[in-house]
Nanobody
Framework: VQLQASGGGLVQAGGSLRLSCVVS????????MGWYRQAPGKQQRELVA????????NYADSVKGRFTISRDNDKDTMYLEMKSLKPEDTGIYYC?????????WGQGTQVTVSS
């Protein structure tokens, strides 16, 4: 199982970014997927958003109304559309999937929001 995240970058506060995560080695359409982030100086990764095989979603309170998670089962790809970015959104964003009882992580993509 491999996950390849991309789309991070440096953006000013109020700006937008779109992250992508391409997955291989799973039956993508039946797996739950999620985005997590690790803020600077913190060891733990926090959940940002999740999307399930039935396309239901949930979000961290801090990103509700600003971020949108989606998936394209034809392309085995998950997305995170981020708008109205804030400096506190800065961090390394990781994509994650749970497949056959095991969790798998992508390599992470850096998002930096300047004030």
């Amino acid at each position: 199982v491999q996950l390849q995240a991309s789309g991070g970058g440096l953006v000013q506060a109020g700006g937008s970014l779109r992250l992508s995560c391409v997955v291989s080695g799973t039956t993508f359409s039946v797996t739950a997927m999620g985005w997590y982030r690790q803020a600077p100086g913190k060891q733990q990764r926090e959940l940002v958003a999740r999307i399930f095989p039935n396309f239901s979603t949930n979000y961290a309170d801090s990103v509700k109304g600003r971020f949108t998670i989606s998936r394209d089962n034809d392309k085995d790809t998950m997305y995170l559309e981020m708008k109205s970015l804030k400096p506190e959104d800065t961090g390394i964003y990781y994509c994650n999937t749970l497949y056959r009882g095991s969790g798998f992580w992508g390599q992470g993509t850096q998002v930096t929001v300047s004030s």
